[in-house]
């Protein structure tokens, strides 16, 4: 049975046991938010699994979006901890992160990636235009958004490879809207993982694969799930009530359901909040107290 | 069985025969555009289908979106005419059309309402304060799109209630974003009816039904569906597959089910397709061969 | 000598000595921030000022944008504690408050109004919705942006008094983009006033006046000056220069810049600085510490 | 006397008189279009006029905006010759144009470069996607949008270097809104030149210039005056009435209105105007006959 996941937690436990190559670890992080990590060992698990060898770490809580402020905090410093442990160096002002905004601004559940953009404390320029303004605890940031292929003409792994060559990042992370198996996953998990990223996983057609092997510096790649395609939802429905559908029925499924997305009603106000949380744990990763600091001068 | 389609059209067909008080009529309106009318006679007709006694017109072709330049034209000549044969009387100067944008503007499926208005030819000011420069041949028409109700604390019926009161048009015009039952209608169908509409049907919380009843005049409603309901998609599986599921079980799909909606993928391209093309057909249905000057003058 | 000014304060300075029927009152609100208050008692002052009748409170700081965190948060008390003085009654649950976002949002010097709905606590749906889950210390709040004259066909005056009719608010607060003689205005000053507001002022063409006379309930209105007319910003280099233009010149003037404004390069930061602090002020003003916790909460 | 102009036409007419190694050319397109060349031919040219040396296209009509129907498809005409007049060679299927659209979409006059893009025709994804669904006419067409410095950390100039050194397209079409010393010019002129383009130059801060020195492939820039600098509208008006200020005064001038711009209030719909307009014109300079089969297919 193949489903469409993008998140490693849900692949892992489709079968029911854990395949050989994958390990599995649980943490509560607060008694609101529950970290799961899932490492996949070798080329074995990566059969098994469908995703490269790595580690795959999943912070779930159910105030993800932002409406209990408490909750939202949390959230915020697992995300920004979880982060910083899968750099492979702090970032700091020699040279540049890179960070990606990957989806398409114009479809609501699509552009948490871009959203996420708008929050973000880029400082790579001030560095040159003005250092001695900079704070001593800012990193050096720079961010792009690359677009949609319909309208640049150009995949979102072209032009990140090519700026990646010319201001030499000391890694890239890359953001993007996912898709899960199970509705309940949406807005309430956010994956982080050392692998890479295929952009359009979630609801584009997938492009190739943005990781360390195209752009030569690690990839730190940021999800959150923000649809199920029908064809999972059909097919998890159909296996509760009346058993797993036979390969005919499913490949049957595959096609009618082929280009449907589901998504919450209130997508609009999950992304805002979403983006909010992402951005926040993204700046203290990246900044430390500054964005603290920031935060709190902003109030936003 | 209780399936959840703004469409008149499903839902006359789910009992697989017509009920009584309730006539269709099929119209071949040029190779690709089909046109197809239910008639709600009574009582009897609308306990059956769960829709007010009235008409509702549907306008079906593949190329709605616009992708094929004939088959958009033919579109927008039937919408013209479709909606001149409900209109209560001829647009003209003296008392205005007041055109109302319906749904969420943030939300991309729930977005056409507002965006059919931003290729409108609104006109009633002009009356009043350039009246020489008018056109013949153009109506007075004005627009609104009353926005959110999380956003505004206002139903979008109390907005339009007391506009209508205040400006006194000869009828209101109404668009939204619909559900239906059969992702095949997504994009490629145009409802119209004499009776009204439940702004938020398709996917914002159903909220009190605009009509004359409570507005005091005509209301005219245009809806393209753009969602199915999650729980639709997944009861019309099951029982392609394994047959109708039993009321209990419905039920409890309705409630897993219950906030997700189930939209294409390339929804923003369908919106725009779809806004331009009712735009347009508005446009000659009030303005008449104003319309097409214009259309022909700016190029859009 | 003809201005085109929209702040009591400028009007009132521009002859050099003050009118009859006019008063004027300063107050260091804080080291950053400084209230001034123009009192304009009887027709006199209205003749010699062009405004009519009532109290115009300006509160300046060079940091209203919100670069500066304390200076910001200064900002946003002054703008509460001098809104609520100038409020007829203590909002509350029983009548809304109806606050009204006017101007043009694809402006962006225009766009304030909008801009600062976007973050303003509504609440009035919730009373009736959902009346158990709101804060004892909300009051009950409304907004609408009534959209532009030539997409609706629709003067803003007729919007907001057909909604006042049906809603019957306590009162209306109309927030709108304003201009300025000084570009040392622009974005430093905020300028409230119990006597209404003609909309458009700043930037559209001047509507007529949303007040008490026309609407039948009390009308505060907030302005934040973001642009100059050119020809104010000529007329005043020519006499700092060459003296004085007289009247056929300065007519020359008028009419070869008649449509031009004058607005800061880095306009679309101004804007989301002063829509985040006239918001905030705003809500406190209107919910008390309801807003404070709120602000806390979301962290915008 | 420094006067802050992107058109070479005005620089060419500060003094009165042409100055040496700068010719001029003037053709009547069509009774509404005029067309005016300025040919810089050497280092003395440049000095007088603080232009590269290179050809310098204008193109001037009052209906630039689209207002009237013939005249705006004289303009889209003479568009597509000059363009193709100033390409290094003919846009074909082998090698791709990469078009950039520069400035600010948040800022209205600065977003041009953002908005053409939405109207063009992108195709190179395609000649590797679906090479047997296009078109024999359609030409190879790339576009970005490098965003905003301060939002980026990156320098258009790195971007689009970054993406040239990737994807070797044969030429670079940058288009920008442009500074003009008249009003009159405003939204009434396009600028062609084949000397390449400072990104910023009209709005934002001047910036690294992107040219064939920098990118080692031929610039096309496209330009439409959107706004005048303040300082720019002082000085003429101070000449026009009392004479032309000394150094000092002129300083002092350029001092006090620093950041201010000058724009026309209905922004929005000139640039939503001219956005069509250029769009159109380089469809057609790149795409030939398809792009108008595909104006008139999508009516837009």
């Given at each position: 049975?193949r489903?469409?996941?993008?998140?490693?937690?849900?692949?892992?436990?489709?079968?029911?046991?854990?395949?050989?190559?994958?390990r599995?670890?649980?943490?509560?992080?607060?008694?609101?938010?529950?970290?799961?990590?899932?490492?996949?060992?070798?080329?074995?698990?990566?059969?098994?699994?469908?995703?490269?060898?790595?580690?795959?770490?999943?912070?779930?809580a159910?105030?993800?979006?932002?409406?209990?402020?408490?909750?939202?905090?949390?959230?915020?410093?697992?995300?920004?901890?979880?982060?910083?442990?899968?750099?492979?160096?702090?970032?700091?002002?020699?040279?540049?992160?890179?960070?990606v905004?990957?989806?398409?601004?114009?479809?609501?559940?699509d552009?948490?990636?871009?959203?996420?953009?708008?929050?973000?404390?880029?400082?790579?320029?001030?560095?040159s235009?003005?250092?001695?303004?900079?704070?001593?605890?800012?990193?050096s940031?720079?961010?792009?958004?690359p677009?949609?292929?319909g309208?640049?003409?150009?995949?979102?792994?072209?032009?990140?490879?090519?700026?990646?060559?010319?201001?030499?990042?000391?890694?890239?992370?890359?953001?993007?809207?996912?898709?899960?198996?199970?509705?309940?996953?949406?807005?309430?998990?956010?994956?982080?993982?050392d692998?890479?990223?295929?952009?359009?996983?979630?609801?584009?057609?997938?492009?190739?694969?943005?990781?360390?092997?195209?752009?030569?510096?690690?990839?730190i790649?940021?999800?959150?799930?923000?649809?199920?395609?029908?064809?999972?939802?059909v097919?998890?429905?159909?296996?509760?009530?009346?058993?797993?559908?036979?390969e005919?029925?499913?490949?049957?499924?595959?096609?009618?359901?082929?280009?449907?997305?589901?998504?919450?009603k209130?997508?609009?106000?999950?992304?805002?909040?979403?983006?909010?949380?992402?951005?926040?744990?993204?700046?203290?990763?990246?900044?430390?107290?500054?964005?603290?600091?920031?935060a709190?001068?902003?109030?936003s």
């Amino acid at each position: 049975m193949r489903l469409q996941t993008d998140l490693a937690m849900e692949a892992a436990q489709i079968t029911g046991r854990l395949p050989e190559g994958v390990r599995v670890e649980e943490q509560q992080f607060t008694p609101d938010v529950h970290i799961h990590r899932v490492y996949i060992d070798n080329e074995q698990g990566q059969q098994a699994i469908g995703k490269p060898p790595g580690t795959y770490v999943t912070i779930q809580a159910q105030a993800l979006t932002g409406a209990d402020a408490d909750i939202a905090a949390d959230c915020t410093r697992a995300l920004s901890e979880q982060l910083q442990a899968l750099f492979p160096q702090k970032p700091d002002r020699a040279r540049p992160v890179l960070v990606v905004g990957l989806g398409n601004r114009s479809i609501t559940p699509d552009s948490l990636g871009p959203r996420v953009l708008e929050h973000l404390l880029v400082t790579r320029h001030m560095f040159s235009l003005v250092p001695e303004q900079v704070d001593q605890r800012a990193a050096s940031v720079a961010a792009i958004a690359p677009g949609v292929l319909g309208e640049t003409g150009l995949e979102s792994g072209e032009v990140i490879a090519a700026l990646v060559e010319h201001i030499q990042p000391s890694m890239v992370i890359a953001i993007d809207a996912l898709a899960a198996l199970a509705p309940s996953r949406l807005a309430t998990t956010v994956q982080l993982s050392d692998t890479g990223i295929a952009p359009g996983a979630g609801i584009g057609n997938q492009r190739p694969r943005l990781d360390q092997a195209l752009l030569g510096v690690p990839v730190i790649a940021l999800g959150v799930p923000t649809v199920v395609h029908a064809a999972s939802l059909v097919i998890h429905a159909l296996t509760d009530t009346a058993g797993p559908p036979d390969e005919t029925q499913q490949q049957a499924l595959q096609q009618s359901c082929g280009d449907l997305i589901v998504t919450p009603k209130d997508i609009d106000t999950i992304i805002h909040g979403c983006a909010t949380v992402v951005a926040r744990g993204l700046n203290m990763a990246l900044h430390g107290d500054l964005a603290l600091a920031e935060a709190a001068q902003l109030f936003s």
